[in-house]
């Protein structure tokens, strides 16, 4: 692993420190590209006729399913493209019957948005939804163990925290809601494309993602990875005909056979893909991040963890040789790439010291969720021992203002 060659991958590293892609990362220059010729083959339908070209769209799928399946170590017919992780989750939200006497767990420090696509089907069905408090920035096990009775049907869960970074036990939480027979949901957004999250080592039950963060493809795209032992137990929220087995003479056949009707028992696919939308779709997101993936996949997830973490050693030294004091977990299972820190001074003083990196363009964030959080660091692939040694000179900076 090049870090000076994957730095010149992304040109959005030139004017800047750029340490918040937790919040939207850059796009390397290879996803461009193929956004640029997908751009050119709209302008220009190089195909034979308006249908071969819509056919080729359709299939500008094939490289994201493919490109998820390998970094998750899962297989093709167990993904599912999807918009983003609220579309994800919305998609499960849709599909998991719950009904009154029945409950879900939900921790205290979660981004909204995992909580949010259940609250209008609480009201709606009487299920309670259960939240499980965090003890110093961690959710333990042991805590949604405690949780747990026969009404309990689903475990929501980031697998890393979106305000300290900290990561959870995965293998003990899927032994968790094995043993009482519940779904375990993952938000993976704040992992996948920086920390390895193999699903064949870590078989979760539903795991979704966006593409916007870590995995380098801001372009409204994401995917859904669905275990073979729920995908039948699971209903599909929405049919399209892009959910159907592909007919064996082709789709430009198919639509001119005069004979078919619309109305009809049709073969629809048993795959994960049974629960896209199935119609027109987000063409660039699908060529944005195919090329973004299989550049991650090039070089390796764990070159890139192994990378990202060395960097992270660098940035917690210099932030606590200034006076910061870090929030976020340092124990190794529970680290990740992101780094929150804190002057101690409250709130408002962090947000003044962040007001300070902005006009440097030193470009982090500040986020709380239940008292819990400060200002998050996030490095990656691309960053290096100057950024963050850059960051740590200008909170000294600012401290001896």
């Known amino acids: ?70 970094l998750l170590g899962a297989r093709v017919q167990d993904i599912a493209l999807i918009e983003s992780t609220t579309h994800g989750l919305q998609i499960i939200a849709a599909a998991v019957p719950l009904a009154r006497g029945d409950n879900i767990l939900v921790g205290d420090i979660e981004f909204l948005g995992v909580a949010v696509p259940w ?4 009201q709606r069905d009487g299920f309670e939804i259960r939240v499980v408090a965090n003890r110093e920035g961690r959710l333990r096990v042991d805590d949604f163990a405690a949780a747990i009775d026969a009404g309990t049907r689903m475990i929501l869960l980031s697998s890393v925290q979106w305000n300290n970074g900290y990561r959870a036990d995965l293998a003990a939480c899927i032994d968790l809601a094995r043993r009482h027979d519940v779904l375990l949901v993952v938000d993976a957004i704040q992992q996948l494309g920086a920390i390895n999250l193999d699903v064949g080592k ?3 039950d539903l795991l979704v993602t966006g593409g916007h963060k870590w995995l ?31 007919p064996a003479q082709g789709w430009a ?28 779709t ?28 060395q960097v992270s050693d660098v940035l917690l030294d210099s932030l ?35 007001n300070f990196l902005l006009e440097r363009r030193i470009l982090i964030s500040q986020r709380y969720t239940a008292n819990v959080g400060g200002l998050r660091v996030s490095v990656h692939w691309f960053n290096n021992e100057d950024d963050v040694r850059r960051l740590a000179d200008a909170v000294r900076e600012f401290l001896s203002s």
């Open 119 to 122: 609250i209008p089907r609480q």
């Open 282 to 309: 987000n063409y660039p997101g699908n060529v944005v991040l195919g090329a973004a993936l299989a550049l991650l996949n090039q070089v390796g997830i764990d070159a890139v963890e192994r990378r990202i973490l």
């Open 202 to 204: 870590l078989p979760v």
């Open 320 to 354: 606590e040789a200034v006076g910061a004091r870090i929030v976020s977990p340092r124990e190794t299972g529970a680290r990740s790439s992101i780094t929150t820190f804190t002057l101690g001074g409250g709130v408002a003083r962090d947000t003044q010291l962040l």
């Open 1 to 70: 692993m090049n870090p000076d060659e994957i730095r010149s991958w992304f040109p959005g590293t030139r004017d800047k420190v750029f340490l918040d892609a937790a919040c939207v990362s850059l796009l390397p220059r290879q996803a461009d590209e193929a956004l640029r010729q997908l751009s050119d083959a709209f302008l220009a339908c190089p195909a034979r006729d308006a249908s071969a070209h819509h056919i080729a769209l359709d299939r500008t799928a094939e490289s994201p399913l493919r490109e998820a399946a390998r």
């Open 253 to 280: 056949s198919y639509f001119g056979d005069p004979s078919i009707p619309a109305v009809r028992a049709y073969d629809f696919t048993p795959a994960a893909r049974r629960f896209e939308i199935g119609g027109t």
């Open 216 to 246: 380098n493809a801001p372009a409204g795209r994401g995917f859904m990875y669905v275990h073979p032992r729920v995908q039948e137990r699971l209903a599909s929220p929405a049919w399209g005909y892009l959910n159907i087995r592909e």
